[in-house]
């Protein structure tokens, strides 16, 4: 897959795309990422970039021309062209994986007091990371293509994103590490029990009530089974099912010993 980035500032995200899974994925050809400067592009005398807008009004407008010349450079047939625009969908996980199948992503930037309303016509679409302002679509770029590059085959292991929050409808379970006793605040003794099946239904039973807590718009459209409100109605009890306990109880025996030595 390729990632082109149409931005006038192309120094302040480079550093992003030279670290971590990114520049893994780089590295190892899965994914090409081309920034390119939209101010090459200018023919305005001056090098402008943007002008007052028409008809007056606060901030600076960012001219069509060395954008869509930016555009009829870089994009190919088989291209397809986004916009940051708070007009845009709102990006999520679903549109992460729909873009994660395209050969080639165009994404352009606006800044300042945004772009000429006629760039719209030779873009695709447009797209905003929700309802609120950036100085720029910059920031948004990166997190577009920090959650699509992530997908691409090869790049993470496939089991690690099978669970994460959004991709089954719920937020991922609460996640743990050593020691067990931090702060007195201790690890559930099910994570140790070695009973995959009984971890898996506890981890199910917590995402369940992790999202009707801190996520109800998207419990809301959760199509809940028998098998998840009874786990719901379980944790709302505030009693340990026999299922938990007995799992628990014929798991590792620990003692206080065991965990002194983590």
């Not at 520049?23 to 023919?43: H, Q, Y």
């Not at 708070?86 to 994660?100: D, M």
């Not at 007091?113 to 679509?137: A, F, M, P």
Request: one cysteine or more.
């Amino acid at each position: 897959m390729k990632i082109t980035i149409l931005t006038l500032f192309p120094e302040m995200i480079a550093p992003f795309f030279t670290n971590s899974i990114i520049k893994r994925a780089v590295a190892k050809g899965l994914v090409e990422i081309e920034l390119v400067n939209i101010r090459d592009f200018t023919i305005d005398k001056y090098g402008r970039v943007d002008t007052p807008p028409v008809g007056g009004g606060p901030g600076l407008v960012m001219k069509a021309q060395p954008i869509v010349d930016a555009l009829d450079e870089h994009k190919t047939p088989t291209s397809v062209t986004y916009l940051l625009s708070p007009r845009g969908e709102t990006f999520n996980q679903v549109k992460a994986h729909q873009l994660s199948k395209e050969q080639h992503l165009v994404l352009v930037c606006g800044h300042y007091e945004g772009v000429d309303e006629r760039v719209n016509n030779y873009v695709d679409g447009s797209i905003s990371l929700g309802d609120y302002v950036l100085t720029g679509g910059e920031i948004g770029a990166v997190a577009i293509t920090d959650a699509v590059v992530r997908l691409l085959d090869g790049v993470i292991a496939d089991e690690s994103t099978i669970e994460e929050s959004f991709e089954t409808g719920l937020l991922e379970y609460p996640q743990y590490t050593e020691p067990y006793d931090f702060n007195d605040d201790t690890v559930p003794l099910i994570l140790y029990s070695g009973n995959h099946a009984a971890i898996e239904k506890y981890r199910k039973g917590q995402a369940l009530a992790y999202t009707r807590k801190y996520r109800p718009d998207l419990f809301e459209k959760y199509p809940l089974t028998k098998a998840d409100q009874k786990l719901l109605d379980e944790i709302d009890s505030g009693v340990e099912p026999s299922w938990l306990t007995d799992a628990i109880a014929k798991g590792k025996k620990f003692t206080k010993k065991d965990f002194d030595e983590e």
